[in-house]
């Protein structure tokens, strides 16, 4: 049996389709595998629905455990659900996959509950580690894996003193083998099991297999949709009354310092078809009666003529959509290709602005051709087609967070002018172990990562995980509380300008929100907001920032 566990990442009823480990499923599917899904978002506890699932599964049975991480809340419930499997079922193996295990390996191998991590693409790998697993092979095999090259863990082999050891088969090289090679008492396994190399000197080397060339994506199967229960992801927010999510490409080609896309793609980008999308677009609207689409991928606009046929394709479908791309990317799009998206549904877009000014975007390697100037014209042009800008912030940049916010401040101000409607999401910049001067930065002014997972879980990580946090050096003990001020500008112009997505406003409650922040909106005073705390619990508006839409 293998089991695909999504850990917490969302608050209820806003629950996504855990789409990345449906891939897994699909691939899984068609060699007839036998695996089932546990979503926490949707399952009060995970950890005891695992168990009772992988109980059945005795020491010579195979029996694999896949999660798929990012950090923040979802990495806070993987660690304590895989602790507790591990005790329940010590004979079960776990690989981790996703953005926080690829971007931290040796720190989730580190652990004593986490056997394998499968670094970027993961539908081919993790059948290259189930065949590993259960008949025998060498680990190095698998493309993209990492693993205790000579330690590893007890798990389903009987063990006495947990060193014992079979014949003089260890290797220095980092190469292992499931079966019968190496370690039988550490990693080995009976019944399709694995085990990892040992000699007289033990040696317990992460090693990383290099990563395989990217599978493209029409060359996958389609998620099997059958499989899960639909009713609990089809969703009613601003795009439509039954919302789902889909992922239609995997990468994107640039290299922000700041973004964990980087290392699982290392700047590929992949895409469906515009006829495969227009294909499942029918299939989800037919069987499902699904009216609106969250496209969930790092960036769907990278391809002006694949957004275009998609565009005609679904056009007349009565879809409403969602989707990620970049400023400068769609400002190169055509007024022809901006109507036919407008024709087909495309009621808003995210980008990531980041900042005000060229200099920060330069220091955040934004490359192509990202500028303050095209954030404000992207806002104006998407106004002309009614389309929502969903605009995303990352302020506190070093070497000066207090010049950075009060820029942003400022430039946030004119993106409002001229477009009211435009959704504001503001982060605290958070470093990523990526090569460049905002990382450089940071590792100069005292930052550093977590060397344990139970670190990364605490509740101080995660909120700094999901760029909301304290404990950033460069932000603390400045004579003025950065992140505060951040959290303060954020409630008074949400409450100014109240989120067009949040339909539970009333024109009342809009005009009154309106009025209580204008003074404060209106002279730049931002600070000690309590009014506007208090009216939130009165008139709870929606906050991009924190609840999306």
Not at 68 to 93: D, I, N
Not at 196 to 223: F, G, H, K
Not at 240 to 246: E, L, M
Request: aromatic content about 10%; proline content about 6%; charged content about 25%.
């Amino acid at each position: 049996m293998i089991l695909l566990y999504n850990p917490l990442s969302t608050t209820p009823g806003k629950q996504p389709l855990p789409l990345s480990l449906m891939a897994l499923a699909a691939v899984l599917e068609t060699r007839r595998e036998a695996w089932a899904l546990v979503d926490g978002n949707v399952v009060p506890d995970p950890a005891a629905e695992i168990v009772a699932r992988l109980s059945t599964s005795t020491r010579s049975r195979f029996a694999l455990l896949a999660v798929t991480v990012m950090p923040g809340p979802q990495l806070t419930q993987a660690v304590a659900v895989c602790r507790r499997v591990r005790e329940a079922l010590p004979h079960v193996s776990i690989v981790w996959g996703g953005y926080f295990p690829t971007q931290h390996a040796d720190t989730v191998l580190r652990s004593p509950y986490v056997d394998f991590v499968i670094r970027s693409q993961g539908e081919r790998a993790l059948l290259q580690l189930v065949d590993v697993l259960r008949s025998g092979g060498l680990l190095n095999s698998v493309g993209g894996l990492s693993w205790k090259g000579g330690s590893g863990r007890a798990g389903g082999s009987d063990r006495s003193d947990g060193l014992s050891r079979s014949d003089g088969l260890s290797r220095s090289d980092g190469s292992g083998r499931s079966g019968g090679l190496g370690r039988s008492g550490g990693l080995g396994r009976s019944g399709g099991s694995w085990s990892a190399s040992l000699s007289d000197e033990r040696n317990d080397q992460v090693v990383n297999n290099p990563v395989q060339p990217l599978t493209t994506l029409d060359d996958l199967p389609d998620l099997p949709y059958h499989r899960v229960d639909m009713r609990r992801y089809v969703q009613k927010n601003y795009l439509g009354h039954r919302t789902v999510a889909h992922n239609s490409s995997f990468g994107c080609p640039f290299a922000c310092s700041f973004c964990a896309v980087v290392a699982m793609s290392n700047r590929r980008w992949l895409a469906q078809s515009p006829a495969r999308l227009e294909r499942v677009m029918r299939h989800l609207v037919k069987t499902y009666g699904v009216d609106a689409v969250q496209m969930h991928d790092m960036d769907f606009f990278i391809s002006e003529a694949r957004t275009e046929e998609f565009a005609r394709r679904i056009d007349g479908l009565g879809l409403r959509w969602w989707a990620l791309g970049r400023v400068d990317t769609l400002m190169q799009y055509s007024d022809a290709t901006w109507e036919q998206m407008a024709r087909a549904g495309l009621a808003m877009v995210f980008s990531g602005a980041e900042s005000g000014t060229d200099e920060v975007l330069a220091r955040m390697n934004k490359g192509g051709r990202a500028s303050a100037a095209l954030t404000l014209e992207l806002a104006r042009r998407m106004r002309h087609y009614g389309i929502v800008p969903e605009f995303s912030f990352v302020l506190g940049c070093p070497p000066d967070p207090e010049q950075d916010v009060a820029t942003t401040f400022e430039f946030i101000r004119r993106i409002k002018r001229i477009n009211p409607s435009t959704e504001i999401v503001l982060y605290t910049y958070t470093p990523v172990p990526l090569d460049g001067r905002l990382y450089a930065e940071a590792r100069r002014r005292g930052f550093a990562f977590p060397e344990t997972l139970e670190e990364w879980a605490s509740p101080d990580w995660e909120q700094l995980s999901m760029r909301r946090g304290d404990g950033i050096p460069w932000m603390e003990g400045t004579g003025a509380d950065i992140r505060r001020r951040i959290r303060n500008f954020e409630r008074v112009i949400n409450a100014y300008y109240p989120t067009v997505t949040d339909a539970r406003l009333t024109g009342w409650h809009r005009a009154a929100l309106k009025a209580a922040s204008a003074w404060r909106y209106a002279l730049k005073w931002y600070h000690a907001p309590y009014e506007l705390r208090v009216l939130h619990r009165l008139i709870p508006y929606q906050r991009p920032e924190t609840t999306g839409f």
